[in-house]
Nanobody, 115 residues
Framework: QVQLVESGGDSVQPGGSLRLSCVIS????????MGWYRQAPGKQRELVAS???????NYADSVKGRFTIPRDNAKNTVTLQMNSLKPEDTAVYYC?????????WGKGTLVTVSS
């Protein structure tokens, strides 16, 4: 079993920044890819950003240039640095672990962007 715990969600004003963190624990199989997904009210869960074990990243068009997804393999953590936040970024953000198709999810952390 793999456990993922997200933290860092908060309420911020438009234009602000937040840093989300995800800590992975348990029986971790390598290599593994990591991702951040989000789900806004009434919408489907969508990919925000992902990073492979080798450090290759992928971003949703809506967050390119504003979000980054660094990871620390030694500490089994992945971060989502979010800058220039917009109201449409409001959602529950979920951390995702993927080892050759074996997927685990965290419980999510809420980000609210509002003036």
């Amino acid at each position: 079993q793999v456990q993922l715990v997200e933290s860092g969600g908060d309420s911020v004003q438009p234009g602000g920044s937040l840093r989300l963190s995800c800590v992975i624990s348990g029986i971790i199989s390598r290599p593994y890819n990591m991702g951040w997904y989000r789900q806004a009210p009434g919408k489907q869960r969508e990919l925000v950003a992902s990073i492979t074990s080798g450090g290759n990243t992928n971003y949703a068009d809506s967050v390119k240039g504003r979000f980054t997804i660094p990871r620390d393999n030694a500490k089994n953590t992945v971060t989502l640095q979010m800058n220039s936040l917009k109201p449409e970024d409001t959602a529950v953000y979920y951390c995702n672990y993927d080892h050759i198709g074996i997927v685990y999810w965290g419980k999510g952390t809420l980000v609210t962007v509002s003036s």
